[in-house]
């Protein structure tokens, strides 16, 4: 029997229902833990089941393929709370067990932002999902991304809006957080280098309840197409629905929050006809297609997006560089890591450069009544 989300979700909530520890493990004895910071409350915490699962599974074949160190792995969870200060709190409770010998952080930029200069003092490995471009570039050779950052989402935005879709005059729609200030920087640098114009540029502050005054702007400024980084999905909604509620219906290319599909189920009919970039597209590849079948087992029919999807080539990357160093020394495993060359993911293949960005590209998308389609993978090389 398929599941629809709601269930899914009220499935997944026991095992998540407070901090704890995931177990896969079978056999008694030492085991391979692997810290976890996850929205367990707040405005996230139904993606952070999704987070959970995509991970649970990778864990899953990681043990069942003989494990780490010849050893079972489990991942110890964290509340975030979906807040900044509820990741700092979370990850602290994490360092503190000095067993854990990795970290698995935030998709969020601002929580990743906000744990670093602890990481920092750590001095161990953490994957992340958030995509603002600095956070590799800050000094901090702990941190390790799993989603392409949004110098290429910017720069695939503005090539597929203007070059394909022949717009040339942008609303550049974007939160005000970290995330969302850089994002629409990297657009704007991309848009003027292909000789398009920003009409107007309206930041917003996360969690707004109301977009009336930034539709109305961008519909008063004759812009014939819309760019986003909206870092909630509550808010990518609310807002979809007063754009169509207030009849401006001129082309949309979002950052990957566009695509998740918590954001498709909230707004609906409002995100038809949408596109969006995104770092997990099932029919992309053949680990894609792979991760979206297991994915479904898991769920009980439910299809994934990239909020599972990067957990799952975090601890696949992860475990696979442990096997390879032969040892848990946090200087072993990140020369493991920036080392991985080739590595099939779900979202796409893994090679790291110095400064411990993974990928290189993004695919583009379109919502086709609620369904996301798969268009065409765009890389870069640098």
Same mark, same amino acid.
């Given at each position: ?17 407070m ?40 864990l899953e074949?990681v ?29 602290s ?10 970290f ?36 901090n ?11 290429y ?6 090539s597929?809006?203007t ?11 974007h ?15 991309a848009?003027?280098?292909?000789g ?53 219906t ?14 498709v189920?909230?707004?609906g009919p409002?995100l ?13 590849s053949?680990? /894609?297609?792979?991760?979206? *079948?297991? !994915?479904?087992? &898991?769920? @009980?029919?439910?299809?994934? #997006?990239? =909020? %599972? ?14 096997n ?11 020369? /493991?890591?920036?080392?991985? *060359?080739? !590595?099939?993911? &779900?979202e @796409?293949?893994?090679?790291? #450069?110095? =400064? %411990? ?25 640098n």
């Amino acid at each position: 029997m398929k599941l629809t989300r709601r269930q899914f979700s009220a499935a997944l909530a026991a095992s998540v229902a407070m901090p704890g520890v995931l177990r896969t493990a079978h056999a008694q004895g030492a085991t391979i833990k692997i810290g976890m910071v996850i929205p367990v409350t707040g405005p996230a915490a139904e993606s952070g089941k999704y987070a959970l699962t995509g991970a649970k599974i990778a864990l899953e074949r990681v043990n069942k393929a003989g494990g780490v160190l010849a050893k079972q792995a489990e991942i110890i969870t964290e509340d975030d709370q979906t807040t900044n200060p509820g990741a700092v709190l979370a990850f602290s409770k994490l360092a503190a067990q000095p067993d854990i010998v990795a970290f698995l952080g935030s998709i969020r930029s601002t929580q990743v932002h906000a744990m670093t200069p602890d990481l920092i003092k750590v001095g161990k490995p953490m994957m992340f999902g958030g995509t603002d471009p600095a956070l590799t570039k800050l000094g901090n050779r702990w941190l390790f991304r799993f989603r392409p950052n949004d110098s290429y989402s910017g720069r695939v935005i503005a090539s597929f809006g203007t070059e394909t879709l022949g717009k040339k005059n942008w609303a550049v729609v974007h939160s005000t957080d970290a995330f969302g200030t850089n994002g629409s920087k990297a657009l704007t640098e991309a848009l003027g280098k292909i000789g398009a114009k920003v009409a107007i540029d309206q930041g917003y502050p996360n969690q707004s309840q109301d977009f009336t005054p930034v539709v109305l702007a961008i519909k008063q400024s004759g812009a014939d197409i819309i760019g986003s980084y909206f870092t909630f999905e509550n808010d990518l909604a609310i807002f979809a629905r007063q754009l169509r509620q207030l009849g401006v219906t001129i082309p949309w290319v979002g950052s990957p929050s566009i695509t998740v599909a918590t954001a498709v189920k909230l707004a609906g009919p409002a995100l038809y006809g949408t596109y969006g970039v995104a770092d997990y597209a099932e029919e992309s590849s053949d680990a /894609a297609r792979e991760f979206g *079948k297991l !994915y479904r087992a &898991a769920s @009980g029919g439910v299809s994934p #997006d990239n =909020f %599972g999807s990067w957990t799952y080539d975090a601890i696949g990357v992860l475990c696979a560089a442990i096997n390879k160093a032969g040892s848990t020394d946090p200087e072993k495993i990140r020369e /493991a890591i920036i080392a991985t *060359k080739g !590595y099939k993911g &779900a979202e @796409g293949e893994y090679n790291f #450069d110095e =400064f %411990g960005d993974g990928l290189h590209g993004y695919n583009i998308v379109r919502n086709e009544k609620g369904t996301i389609i798969f268009d065409k993978h765009i890389e870069f090389e640098n």
